[in-house]
Every structure is written in C-alpha cells, then in structure tokens.
C-alpha cells in the first residue's frame, strides 16, 4: 500500500480563508499544524516562545506559496500576556472560527522531586492556558455563529508509566474540559473535541527519549508498523476543524497507530 503524500490526502474547501489560532506552534506537532492549516489556505496565527524556529517557520510557509501565518512571541504561562496577544491577533484579522490548544512540555519527574512551585509551572504550561485561551475566543465565535475548539490531551498518562505525574495530571483533565464546556458552547454552535496524539516523532521526543529500545516498545504497542509523524496529527486536528466534522463535540480522538 502506498504511503499517503500531501498530493493524495483530502482538500477541506471550508478551510480556506478560516481564521485559525493555535498555541505552542513554532515547532513540532504545532508548526505541523500550522504549516498543514496553511496549506487549506486558512489564515493561521499563532504563538509560541521558540522565536527563531518560529520566524522561520513563517518564512518557510510563505515561500512554498501559502498565506503567511501571524507569528508572535509569547510565554503562555503568563495569562495576560496570552489575551493581548489574542486580543491583537482579533485586531489584525477578526473573529477566529477555530481554536486548536496544543502548546505542552512533557519534562520527565518523579512523584518525590515534584515541589509546589514545579506543580503550579507545569500547570500553567500544560492546564491553564487552554481554559485562559478559549475564554478568549470564544466571544469571537459566538459572534461567527460558530466555531470550533480542538484541545490536545495525550495517550502517554493512560499507559500508567510513571514518567510525568505532573504532566498525567494536566493532559487527563483535558478530557474534562472538553467535556465540561461542550454543551454550553454547543448550544452556539462551538464544537470542542480533545485530540490525543500516541508517541510522535518529533524533533524533540527522538533527541531526548527515543533509545535503542525504543523500537521495540514500538513493535510491541503499536498496532500499525509506522512511526508516528507529526503530519498524522495535522490531519485529524484539519477534519475538526472543517465543516466535515460538523456534527463532533465532547469527544476524544486518538491518534496513536492502536497503541491505546
């Protein structure tokens, strides 16, 4: 079977000209996202703290010919700072109709070396700024009529392996954020759906966790040989995104090669 290539994989029309905010989209799994939401013709702006990567993301996706996205810095931690720069971002292009909260850090921890400082930072990294960003948002949405939220949660905290209690704690509460606002935003006609990747190659995750051993683990859970890219991500976040999901709220979709 032929492995799929951009010139093969589904065109959304819905997609082009929609307004699109996504978090932590410099690198990784988001600058996936923006590049992918680019390629639709969407008008994407996001933030993220890696500037240089994200600067050259911009440029990268403008010279292949696509709306270049709205870039600015920001350290979501600070919750002001993220609602001025949404703030602007609806100055610059309007009301966005999509949301897509994916900006986290997965440090590794023990339960013992947590302290309440380390606590509350990786809250408001991986917890607080997916409420913070929808409460912004959503105004804008409501004015549209409709809209759609995407938050990504995570299958790695319902493998039970230790590694992060701090981050298993965030990224299991997404589900209940999704599930707790669906019905309020929906009666406006705001989808929210959770979006829970399995182990993405990222950049990242191959310079810091991928071992020697790290094939098997994935012969050994994976359903599907494949590894796991970034781009996969993308393509579920574009279909709920467009009004091809037009009838998904309050559910979780994984996107994990069967490793759950």
Known sequence: M????TATLAIFPSLRGRRVFITGGGTGIGAALVSAFAEQGAQVAFVDVAEAASRELVQQVQAAGHPAPWFRPCDVRDVAA???VIADAEAAFGDFAVLVNNVASDDRHTLESVTPEYYDQRMS???????FAIQALVPGMKRLGFGSVINFGSTGW????????CYA?????VNGLTRGLAKPLGEHRIRINTVSPGWVMTERQVKLWFTADSEEVLKRNQCLPDKLQPSDVARMVLFLAADDGAMCTAQEFKVDAGWS
């Open 169 to 173: 704690i965030a990224k299991s509460s």
């Open 2 to 5: 032929a492995i799929a290539t």
């Open 158 to 165: 319902q493998g039970k392996d230790g590694a992060y209690p």
């Open 82 to 84: 993220l609602q001025k």
């Open 125 to 131: 990294i991986n917890e607080r700024p997916a409420f």
